[in-house]
């Protein structure tokens, strides 16, 4: 779990980046629920819109453990970013991964280079969340092609995308006939819904799509007929290292927020840091970020030593999101009523650490991979 220097150096550039580059643009998106443009254009130049793009692709190819510190120092500066450049990710890992040699040369390139066109990850639908199984898109084979029709739900990227991943049953009636393809955003029939108002996250777009006979030909197809879930299952394991180590950079970033206030605010002619109450909660806040960083760079490094990382990675997912709603309610406890209003970043962070326990697979369904791993299907 040792850093490399190399790993150490890169963990440095992009938490600068975070701090002088992403930070400050955060506020004014998240109540404009606009995504900072520029930031991304910012990523690409540091190669992470790349970051797991193999090298002859023109690609960062980063190991999970450096994909874990990438994630962790982006989402010190700020979640939604964090999550687009994640779900960003997922994409281009599934083109390198499951995509045809022509498919890898006409879309990696430049996803990777210039993070356009933006990619997504269309597996959730309004009925098929949490078991993507009941799912009910369909893609019926038609000659040379598919037609896709259904409805997609609560896609991150759903309106920046210009490329996006969908699951589609190939047999409406068969759950195991569940494949993966490739749709271009701008492919007749496929719409993009209203942009979700959202609790925290906000500048990150989260919508519906709706696919309406939507055409493509046979060779988007990325996976066998049949062999979808599965894949997006594998992809999804790595995803949650990622999201755990976004948790622990979030709750990072409200700890020392926390720090640096309680050493400023005075109350009773001292200030609060001395008193035993607030240093309790910056203890307990500490060993719950560091315990979370040390389970997700576990699950990173199994991975990356060949190993099976499903439970590793599905608890270090539990933990650390629900470790970053801890410590965000407790950074905005510490500011009082100073945490409460948008002039400090804490009230941000604590509505935006929420959905690291929804996403990419709730915490209860973390438990359910932890104990299916210790117990076997009930
Ligand atoms: C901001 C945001 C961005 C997202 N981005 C994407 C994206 O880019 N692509 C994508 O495909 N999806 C995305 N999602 C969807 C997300 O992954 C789902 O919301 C999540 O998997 C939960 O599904 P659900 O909302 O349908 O909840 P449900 O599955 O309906 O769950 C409701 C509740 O029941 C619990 N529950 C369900 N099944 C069980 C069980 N077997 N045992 C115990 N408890 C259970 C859940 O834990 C939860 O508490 C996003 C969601 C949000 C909010």
């Given at each position: 779990m040792e850093l490399t220097d190399e790993q150490a150096a890169i963990r440095d550039a992009v938490r600068e980046f975070a701090v002088e580059e992403i930070r400050p643009t955060e506020p004014a998106a998240d109540r404009a629920q606009t995504f900072p443009e520029s930031v991304w254009d910012g990523l690409a130049e540091l190669d992470l819109t790349g970051l797991t793009t193999p090298v002859e692709y023109g690609?960062?190819?980063?190991d999970r453990l450096t994909y874990s510190v990438v994630n962790e120092a982006v989402a010190y500066g700020g979640l939604s970013v964090a999550t687009a450049l994640s779900v960003h990710c997922l994409a281009t890992s599934c083109i390198a991964q499951f995509g045809s040699d022509e498919q890898k040369d006409r879309w990696l390139p430049e996803m990777a280079a210039t993070g356009r066109p933006v990619g997504a990850f269309a597996l959730s639908e309004p009925h098929a969340g949490s078991n993507p199984a009941e799912m009910s898109t369909v893609a019926r084979r038609d000659g040379d092609e598919y037609v896709l029709d259904g409805q997609k739900q609560w896609?991150?990227?759903?309106?920046?995308?210009?490329v996006v991943i969908v699951f589609a049953r190939t047999d409406p009636d068969d759950p195991g006939s569940i494949t993966q393809f490739l749709v271009p955003k701008e492919t007749e029939g496929l719409s993009v819904g209203e942009k979700e108002s959202k609790l925290g996250l906000r500048a990150s777009d989260t919508t519906p799509l709706t696919f309406d006979g939507v055409r493509i030909p046979a060779e988007n197809r990325l996976t066998e007929e049949g062999r979808g879930l599965a894949a997006a299952l594998s992809i999804l394991t790595g995803g949650r290292i990622g999201i755990a180590s976004q948790a622990v950079g979030l709750a990072q970033a409200a700890l020392d927020e926390a720090i640096e206030y309680a050493g400023e605010r005075e109350q009773f002619d001292r200030p609060i840091g001395e008193f035993q109450t607030i240093r309790h909660k910056i203890a307990d806040m500490q060993t719950n970020v560091q315990a979370s960083r040390l389970l997700t760079r576990d699950a990173a490094a199994r991975e990356d030593r060949g190993e099976d990382p499903t439970m590793a990675a599905s608890m270090a997912k539990y933990f650390a999101s629900e470790a970053a709603v801890d410590v965000c309610n407790e950074a905005v406890q510490i500011h009082g009523g100073y945490g409460y209003v948008t002039e400090f970043d804490v009230e941000r962070f604590y509505r935006d650490a929420k959905i690291t326990t929804i996403y990419e697979g709730t915490s209860e369904i973390q438990k359910k991979v932890i104990a299916r791993e210790l117990l076997g299907e009930p």
């Amino acid at each position: 779990m040792e850093l490399t220097d190399e790993q150490a150096a890169i963990r440095d550039a992009v938490r600068e980046f975070a701090v002088e580059e992403i930070r400050p643009t955060e506020p004014a998106a998240d109540r404009a629920q606009t995504f900072p443009e520029s930031v991304w254009d910012g990523l690409a130049e540091l190669d992470l819109t790349g970051l797991t793009t193999p090298v002859e692709y023109g690609g960062f190819d980063a190991d999970r453990l450096t994909y874990s510190v990438v994630n962790e120092a982006v989402a010190y500066g700020g979640l939604s970013v964090a999550t687009a450049l994640s779900v960003h990710c997922l994409a281009t890992s599934c083109i390198a991964q499951f995509g045809s040699d022509e498919q890898k040369d006409r879309w990696l390139p430049e996803m990777a280079a210039t993070g356009r066109p933006v990619g997504a990850f269309a597996l959730s639908e309004p009925h098929a969340g949490s078991n993507p199984a009941e799912m009910s898109t369909v893609a019926r084979r038609d000659g040379d092609e598919y037609v896709l029709d259904g409805q997609k739900q609560w896609i991150t990227n759903g309106e920046r995308s210009g490329v996006v991943i969908v699951f589609a049953r190939t047999d409406p009636d068969d759950p195991g006939s569940i494949t993966q393809f490739l749709v271009p955003k701008e492919t007749e029939g496929l719409s993009v819904g209203e942009k979700e108002s959202k609790l925290g996250l906000r500048a990150s777009d989260t919508t519906p799509l709706t696919f309406d006979g939507v055409r493509i030909p046979a060779e988007n197809r990325l996976t066998e007929e049949g062999r979808g879930l599965a894949a997006a299952l594998s992809i999804l394991t790595g995803g949650r290292i990622g999201i755990a180590s976004q948790a622990v950079g979030l709750a990072q970033a409200a700890l020392d927020e926390a720090i640096e206030y309680a050493g400023e605010r005075e109350q009773f002619d001292r200030p609060i840091g001395e008193f035993q109450t607030i240093r309790h909660k910056i203890a307990d806040m500490q060993t719950n970020v560091q315990a979370s960083r040390l389970l997700t760079r576990d699950a990173a490094a199994r991975e990356d030593r060949g190993e099976d990382p499903t439970m590793a990675a599905s608890m270090a997912k539990y933990f650390a999101s629900e470790a970053a709603v801890d410590v965000c309610n407790e950074a905005v406890q510490i500011h009082g009523g100073y945490g409460y209003v948008t002039e400090f970043d804490v009230e941000r962070f604590y509505r935006d650490a929420k959905i690291t326990t929804i996403y990419e697979g709730t915490s209860e369904i973390q438990k359910k991979v932890i104990a299916r791993e210790l117990l076997g299907e009930p």
